[in-house]
T-cell receptor
């Protein structure tokens, strides 16, 4: 069975600085998708960034980028120029190609310090 | 479209009572999911629908849980004979079948408290 592990329950970053959130996963599949979702306090979860496993190039969305290491089964999220609005729970998620069942990690709470 | 909506947002019930949650997905989305989230944990998969068909159900889901999606539109999640361990946030999400990656769009959740 696939699993997703986020080993950092909480992280802090100074405003305008850069922070990296870690995620590792376990799968025997070769074709899958990886996601980072953000859950602000008392608000719905939204997609931050996604990565298709067959793509070697790391995904980037404005200040958010990933470091996807397929062989190591690692998928970290880098947030540059951190803003107060980035404070939230961040969840790493996995989905196999051909299924629509998402598996989420336990999350990392990100605090942004002014 | 205003996104995925869930009702009620918060439900307090006594142990042994039945509760039902409703989810209205984004209108053009044919896939609908239910997840459960407890404090400090990530969302845990419960079940998902493609149109009106329930395609997968978690083995962790007891027989007290049932979900329906009549006519492939809104969905209901019913929990019978609630237990204190059922206290959690129940999240609904939907996705568009034509989307290559199947990005999930979440509602704000329905928080269940079982006394």
């Amino acid at each position: 069975a696939q699993t997703v592990t986020q080993s950092q329950p909480e992280m802090s970053v100074q405003e305008a600085e850069t922070v990296t959130l870690s995620c590792t996963y376990d799968t025997s599949e070769s074709d899958y998708y990886l996601f980072w979702y953000k859950q602000p306090p008392s608000r719905q979860m939204i997609l931050v960034i996604r990565q298709e496993a067959y793509k070697q190039q790391n995904a980037t969305e404005n200040r958010f980028s990933v470091n996807f290491q397929k062989a190591a089964k690692s998928f970290s999220l880098k947030i540059s120029d951190s803003q107060l609005g980035d404070a939230a729970m961040y969840f790493c998620a996995y989905r196999s190609h051909g299924t629509y069942k998402y598996i989420f990690g336990t999350g990392t709470r990100l605090k942004v310090l002014a | 479209d205003t996104g995925v909506s869930q009702d009620p947002r918060h439900k307090i019930t006594k142990r042994g009572q039945n509760v039902t949650f409703r989810c209205d997905p984004i209108s053009e989305h044919n896939r609908l999911y239910w997840y459960r989230q407890t404090l400090g944990q990530g969302p845990e998969f419960l079940t998902y629908f493609q149109n009106e068909a329930q395609l997968e159900k978690s083995r962790l889901l007891s027989d007290r849980f049932s979900a329906e999606r009549p006519k492939g539109s809104f969905s209901t999640l019913e929990i019978q004979r609630t237990e204190q361990g059922d206290s959690a946030m129940y999240l609904c999400a939907s996705s568009f079948g034509g989307s290559f990656t199947g990005e999930l769009f979440f509602g704000e959740g329905s928080r269940l408290t079982v006394l």
